[in-house]
């Protein structure tokens, strides 16, 4: 595996040279970009841009307001309940790769149909 810094001056160059070299995600806790990085992940997932596993290292529950309110969508009929296992939440890096192990990208019905 090479490891080198990438620089890009655009944040949709940042996040296309990010998912060409990932094989998976995980996301630490973070601000705005970080929660702008997630979500484009997300939705890319959503509609099968890619299929790589994506994990919220959900350190000190600093995620559990966000996936809540994911719920939320996904209770008032917003997202389709299968979006909430596009992505891992997981407290302890243990937890994260016990995701990884068993992650099946499977697309929503909503898309599907």
Known sequence: ?????????????????????????????????????????????????????IALFNIDHYFDDLVAMMQKSCDAGFAPQENMNLFINATTIDGIFNGFATFKHQLPYKYTN
């Open 1 to 53: 595996m090479s490891r080198r810094l990438s620089r890009r001056p655009q944040l949709d160059e940042r996040k296309d040279e990010m998912l060409r070299q990932s094989d998976a995600f995980i996301v630490l806790p973070g601000g705005f970009g970080t929660f702008e990085e997630f979500t484009t992940m997300l939705s890319w997932s959503q509609i099968n841009v890619h299929q790589k596993p």
